[in-house]
């Protein structure tokens, strides 16, 4: 029953989908022609028009057909994969893309020409070679050089610009769409924006993004068209070991060996025999050898194992991923990166089975050399034309200056030299890319991942990956090693954490050994750098190390076995480095049996001393043991710098009385020393006695000082537990989308700030509020009140205009008196006036005569606009809230 | 001062400062073993001796590690007998009749000096307590604030009281002294605010500021003899001191009477000056060469040193590591036997651990042995070495001195051809020039004139003879002390070493002994 309803909805679901292409198939076929009659007017060459034709061909299926089809496929029951892995253009919307991805310019046009003789010319020369990957189509169906297709960008995320980290994110970004035809370079190559919008694409997709990137981060990167190994194709990594399991390597420093001094002592002389001393040597590398010998058998098997199925394609799958030339932006050696997997290789490597052509933004370099040996004998020299054929000429590209001269005398019995050659391409160069700029909102680049998830499987092992927030527990990569091929036993889980409000970093468990190990960041209520343990219940195997200039009391490491904690210490006051604390079987005791209530006995307190540089060394602790159980205190001294003995000191603290009864202060006996250099004072009673005294107090202390660390241990066992089940995630006052604190209040800010501004509109806008200021506040205004106080208003503005108007003309009337006056003056004046007179009354003249036409101008204005104005008013008034009750039976 | 109860003058006998000292000391339990074993003057750190009527300091002597003395409410009227307490901080003389500060010079490290109610009328004397931190000197009898600039030497001075002086009298007091000691906290027992600071050095800024022009002026002029002092030190190190300049040319002449009347003569002056120069620029080669030679015998010292030094470093760590080990085990064994009951286990045991100790001391002699006879080759190869480097020099400043002395005999030819000259023209009467009467009384005959230039060449001579000599003596006994010296510390650390490997031994052999005779009481 089940079945059949899902049976049912998949043929829905197929139809739909069917209806859904014989649509978009329509639109083609109308967008197709169109295109044809632009294509027809642009006179385009031959052979360009070529891949449209086929297009069309199969684009003109009749109507009936498609029906048929239609028919057909609903009949069909096609079980539709969740995930369309095939990127079509049908999931396209192309009728929103910009003129330029939908129609060629003359330039591109004649680009297009260009290539079009390049390939002719080279299918003519090389006959045995597959065709040229010059032009494929855009997602609106028009032809595009490929050079024109990479769209230089410099993105605006520091991160873009290093490669590995943009090969990282293009790779982490898109997910991979193998080609359609493992074996043809595809038919289209969209443009990145779509790319980038529908976040899948094939290697071309991947290759072309990747290369317009680095180019505008300053690289000299191109994209190669090439044939890659199967693993490569299907970006297949279940065969390569994962990077983050592999161990940085251990770099070795070769310690210097100082010359030999001068007066450099002899050593004593060796007396063993050299004879057996070789012999050792010798069975000693017999038996590595042996070893080696072993070890390299089975590795030799396992490899053989691994690689037993070869790929019957191998050398023939195309692939397409970048080339970084030497040169610009440091790099020091000319490599590759896959894009797919955002890896670097060495032009060397055996994953790169060949190239055919590689191209940039500038320019199109087809691979003249033999590549029977993958591409290891490739030479990327791009200046050398017997290397590599260009298309067009003049590029950046220095020609080697040997083959210049040569160059004369190939011309004429070398025609590949010749190729894409001619007079009329030396002034040309490559077009603007026709694609938009390249843009990845902020949310995108966070999110990263498609869904902001990804799964990579390695060799025995399995990385998964999140972007940060998306997992509510900080989890933002999982890395699962196996210990077998088939991934079924589970070796050990690495775990990273981002942005935990408890600086959990990364969490390693070991499912073999049990054993977990947090590592922290600097920034833990508890300043914990790293927590090892096996279980989270007290008085169990865990190590613990600190941030140590975090914490007051310098604590770097704490080790604790069941039955003793041993503490590491650096940089305290009183140079303490190290305590010890074994501790004994707990009183029975039944009531409770918690730690914290009853501690167990310590028996024994082992402390170790720095060097106190202030105190002379015969006088400075090194070691002071507490022999708790058996009231006994040792202590070791530090050694001088000129002594190899140090002085030792031990106190028995046994209390004792006298034949009579009365205690014994001191002894002789109770305190046993060895003296290097024995001292005077020492040797007193006194003296041992008040050090003995001393040393209680410092064993009480420190007895207090061990339960408090035992007491901590458990505070940071319950923290742990709380953060473990609280995980909350830290948000950065800056990310302003997340932080729900600074948004409420931004927000609080906005409406407060567009409320003060409504009201200042209205209060702005207040007509009657003077005339309501005369009436006796509070009141409700009655009706005759509401009439007269409008008709005041209205009055009051009537006269305002009027006053204005009368104003102006005012102003207008002066002023044309006074430029009579002045015409006056001149023609009586006219005969005996000096020129400058005359100049100042002329520019008098025009200035009077401009002030009377603009007022002039504003009066007719302010006649034209007055009754408008006071009408406006008037309507204004009825719609007043305060009014409108009252008026309403007038209107 | 005046004292209400007029008692008989004390004296500070042992009697008394035993009295205050058990009186003092420490109490209970701990006093109960003091009483026992008596307590030392010399490990005594405070003492107290108030009201005691005492009239004079004395038998302080013993009190070598005292830190803090009151000796206040007496009638002391002189400050003495307190030069062997050089570790006192804290001293207290108030209340007493002292009229003026002294014997307080060998008190370096003293930073509380009380001098409250007394005679003092002279803030002086206080040079050597360049630790001083509080000064109190109440109560007294100075009478020109002109005085307390003195007080500018002490950086460390943060406390002052002057209160009851002639000076406090002063409408200025308290803004002088805030201006003059611009470190100062608390005057008087209050303390200085900012502001008053401010206004007082606003006030007192041209005459603080041409002082402080002074005083910097005086240590750039300690500072610079201080420098050229060192660079002396340095020349002496390389035995060629004053030979950079003209002093050993000058110093030829400066005794040399003769010489100096002869470069009368005309002719002889520019002959002198052609001379000097020659003379000053062998002069300087020695000394260049000098200071080179000297370097490289330092940097041959320090190279031997530092072997010298990794060898024993190197030594002791084995040592170390070795006695680590024994007793580790020791540790052990001694456990072993304590615990164990058989008495042939126990006596198998105690064999075997002698045993072991006797290694021990085999091993840590072998060790030294090895060290010294490794040492002792180096330090012979060293002395070859240095030896040559001396003679070397030695030579070579013996060929420059030669080169002098070649000089001067070629001077002293032309001398007297000058000379001879001259007298046969005074001889002849052809001489135009006026000669000093003098100069004049040499050129009687020959004999005379060769003597006098025989003279000054003799003494010429033997001045450069002197200073080679000094030279050469001086550098042979700098290498027969420095290889004295690396001999003896080597016997030494050789002496050393065997002695605490031996006062080890007998440590753990004396723990073992003490054990089995516990054992066999038991």
């Known amino acids: 029953m089940v079945q059949a309803v899902l049976k049912a909805t998949s043929s829905l679901d197929s139809q739909r989908h069917a209806r859904m292409e014989v649509l978009k198939e329509k639109v083609e076929e109308e967008e197709a022609a169109e295109r044809e009659e632009a294509a027809e007017r642009a006179e385009r060459g031959e052979k360009t028009k070529r891949p449209m034709e086929v297009r069309r061909g199969e684009t003109t299926m009749t109507q009936e057909m498609l029906r048929d089809l239609e028919r057909k496929l609903s009949e069909i029951e096609v079980s539709v994969p969740e995930k369309i892995l095939t990127f079509t253009k049908d999931t396209i919307d192309t009728s929103k893309l910009p003129l330029s991805y939908q129609s060629n310019t003359l330039k591109e046009e004649h680009l297009l020409q260009v290539a079009d003789n390049f390939s002719r010319q080279y299918s003519h020369l090389c006959p045995d070679r597959v065709p040229l990957f010059l032009h494929p189509l855009n997602e609106c169906e028009v032809p595009k050089f490929v050079s024109t297709t990479i769209r230089p960008t410099l993105m605006p995320y520091p991160e873009l610009y290093n490669w590995d980290t943009c090969a990282q994110f293009i790779s982490d970004f898109l997910s991979m769409v193998p080609l359609p035809d493992p074996l043809k370079p595809p038919l289209y190559l969209y443009s990145s924006t779509t790319v980038l919008k529908y976040q899948k694409g094939n290697c071309f997709d991947f290759s072309t993004l990747l290369c317009s990137m680095l180019i505008g981060a300053g690289y000299d990167a191109y994209c190669v068209n090439g044939y890659g190994s199967r693993d490569l194709c299907y970006m297949d990594l279940t065969r390569e070991v994962c990077p983050l399991t592999m161990k940085p390597k251990e770099t070795v420093k070769e310690e210097e060996k100082a010359p030999p001094k001068k007066y450099a002592i002899k050593p004593p002389r060796d007396l063993t025999s050299r004879f057996e001393q070789e012999q050792e040597m010798k069975r000693q590398e017999a038996i590595k050898a042996e070893e080696e010998n072993r070890r390299k058998q089975e590795e030799a098997r396992l490899l053989e194992q691994e690689n037993a199925k070869t790929d019957p394609l191998h050398g023939l799958r195309v692939h397409s991923w970048v080339l970084v030339l030497s040169g610009k932006r440091e790099v020091p050696e000319s490599f590759f990166i896959d894009p797919f997997t955002a890896r670097s290789y060495s032009t060397q490597d055996d994953h790169f089975l060949g190239i055919e052509s590689l191209w940039n933004h500038k320019n199109y370099w087809v691979n003249m050399q033999d590549c029977w040996n993958c591409c290891k004998e490739l030479v990327f020299d791009l200046g050398d034309p017997v290397r590599w054929e260009y298309l067009l000429l003049g590029t950046d590209k220095p020609f080697l200056s040997l083959t210049e001269e040569e160059d004369e005398g190939m011309n004429d019995d070398d025609d590949v030299e010749n190729l894409g050659k001619e007079d009329e391409d030396k002034s040309f160069d490559m077009p603007p890319s026709w694609v938009e700029q390249i843009e990845i909102s902020p949310e995108a680049f966070e999110t990263r991942c498609p869904n902001g998830k990804k799964v990579i499987q390695y060799k025995r092992a399995k990385l998964e990956k999140w972007a940060p927030y998306l997992n509510n527990n900080g989890l933002v990569c999982r890395l699962t090693t196996y210990e077998d091929l088939e991934c079924t036993k589970t070796l050990e889980v690495k775990e990273w954490y981002q942005n935990r409000e408890d600086m959990l970093e990364l969490k390693h468990i070991n499912k073999i050994t049990g054993l977990n190990v947090d590592y922290f960041k600097p920034g833990h209520p508890q300043a914990l750098r790293m927590h090892s343990y096996k279980s989270m219940q007290p008085e169990m195997d865990r190590v613990m190390e600190f941030y140590e200039t975090a914490r007051v009391d310098g604590l770097i490491k704490r080790e604790e076995t069941p039955k003793t904690m041993t503490e590491y210490y650096h940089g305290r006051p009183d140079f303490l480095s190290y305590r010890h604390v074994n501790f004994g079987p707990r009183m029975k005791k039944l009531a409770l049996n918690s730690a914290e209530s009853n501690p167990r006995p310590m028996v024994k307190i082992t402390e170790r001393f720095f060097r106190n540089p202030a105190k002379p060394a015969d006088e400075d602790v090194a070691e002071r043991v507490f022999l708790i159980a058996e009231e006994r205190i040792q202590l070791r001294y530090h050694c001088r710098s000129d002594h190899i003995t140090a002085n030792k000191r031990e106190f028995l603290r046994r209390m004792e009385v006298d034949s009579k009864g009365n205690k014994i202060i001191m002894t002789p006996d109770m305190c046993i020393s060895f003296e290097v250099e024995p001292m005077e004072h020492t040797k007193k009673l006194l003296y041992q006695y008040e050090a003995m005294m001393k040393l209680k107090n410092e064993e009480k202390l420190s007895r207090h000082q061990a339960w408090e660390s035992e007491l901590e241990v458990l505070e940071i066992l319950k923290l742990r537990e709380e953060e473990e089940e609280a995980h909350t995630l830290t948000i950065s006052i800056y990310d302003t989308k997340r932080n729900e604190k600074s948004k409420e209040y931004r927000e609080a800010m906005e409406r407060v700030l567009h409320e003060e501004h409504l009201r200042q509109v209205e209060a702005q806008l207040d007509y009657l509020a003077p005339f309501l200021a005369q009436l006796p506040p509070g009141e409700k205004l009655t009706r005759w009140q509401a009439v007269r106080l409008k008709e005041e208003c209205l009055n009051d503005f009537k006269q305002r205009l009027i006053d204005k108007a009368n104003l102006i003309q005012a102003r207008f009337e002066k002023e044309t008196q006074e430029l009579q006056k002045k015409q006056q003056w001149y023609q009586e004046n006219q005969v005996t006036l000096t020129p400058e007179d005359e100049d100042l009354y002329l520019s008098y003249c025009s200035q009077a005569m401009f002030r009377i036409r603009i007022l002039e101008q504003r009066l007719s204005r302010h006649k034209e606009l007055a009754p408008l104005k006071y009408l406006a008013l008037e309507e204004k008034l009825y719609k007043d809230p305060r009014l409108v009750e009252l008026l309403k039976v007038f209107v | ?522």
Not at chain 2, 74 to 86: A, C, R
Request: proline share 1%.
């Open chain 2, 1 to 522: 001062m005046n004292r209400l109860y007029d008692m008989e003058p004390r004296v500070m006998d042992d009697e008394m400062l035993k009295l205050a000292v058990g009186e003092q000391g420490p109490r209970e339990e701990a006093g109960q073993l003091a009483k026992q074993e008596g307590i030392l003057f010399k490990d005594v750190l405070s003492l107290q001796l108030d009201f005691q009527n005492i009239l004079r300091i004395d038998n302080l002597w013993q009190f070598e590690s005292l830190q803090k003395l009151q000796l206040d409410n007496n009638i002391i009227e002189k400050i003495e007998g307190l030069e062997n307490l050089t570790h006192l901080v804290w001293l207290d003389l108030s209340f007493n009749n002292i009229e003026a500060i002294e014997g307080l010079d060998t008190l370096v490290n003293l930073e509380d000096l009380s001098l409250f109610n007394n005679r003092i009328s002279k803030i002086d004397s206080l040079d050597a307590l360049v630790k001083l931190q509080v000064l109190s000197l109440g109560n007294n009898h100075i009478g020109n604030l002109m005085n307390v600039i003195y007080l500018r030497r002490f950086k460390a001075l943060r406390t002052l009281s002057l209160s009851g002086n002639p000076v406090a009298e002063d409408e200025d007091y308290k803004m002088f002294i805030c201006a003059y000691l611009p470190d100062l906290v608390y005057l008087d027992f209050r303390r200085l605010d900012d502001h008053m600071k401010e206004l007082a050095e606003m006030k007192h800024q041209y005459s603080i500021d041409e002082l402080k022009h002074r005083e910097n002026l005086v240590q750039a002029r300690l500072e610079d003899e201080q420098a050229r002092r060192e660079e002396l030190e340095e020349h002496k190190a390389a035995f060629v001191e004053q030979l950079n300049g003209t002093f050993l040319f000058d110093s030829m002449y400066t005794e040399d009477v003769e010489g100096s009347k002869l470069s009368h003569l005309p002719g002889v002056g520019e002959l002198l000056e052609a001379y000097k120069d020659k003379f000053v620029i062998i002069c300087l080669n020695i000394f260049e060469y000098g200071l080179k030679q000297q370097e490289k015998r330092k940097a041959e010292l320090d190279n031997f040193m530092e072997c010298v030094q990794e060898a024993i470093q190197e030594n002791q760590e084995q040592g170390k590591l070795k006695i680590a080990k024994f007793e580790e085990k020791h540790l052990l064994s001694l456990n072993a036997i304590r615990e164990e009951s058989e008495l042939s286990n126990i006596e198998a045991k105690i064999v075997q651990y002698s045993e072991d100790i006797t290694e021990l001391f085999n091993v840590l002699m072998t060790l030294e042995m090895q060290l010294m006879e490794q040492l002792e080759e180096t330090i012979n190869m060293f002395e070859r070495n240095i030896i040559d480097l001396v003679g070397l020099f030695v030579e070579n400043v013996q060929s420059l001195m030669a080169q002098c002395r070649d000089l001067e005999n070629h001077h002293h030819e032309k001398l007297l051809e000058i000379a001879i000259n001259i007298l046969e023209k005074i001889v002849k009467g052809e001489m135009d020039e006026d000669l000093p009467d003098d100069v004049r009384s040499l050129f009687v005959d020959k004999d005379t004139i060769v003597n006098a230039v025989g003279a000054s060449h003799d003494i010429h001579l033997l001045k450069i003879d002197n200073r080679e000599d000094e030279l050469v003596t001086r550098v042979n006994s700098w290498c027969t002390h420095l290889l004295d010296k690396i001999h003896k510390d080597e016997i030494m650390r050789n002496r050393k070493r065997v002695k605490e490997i031996n006062q080890y031994i007998d440590h753990v052999q004396s723990e073992l002994d003490s054990l089995e005779c516990g054992d066999l009481l038991d």
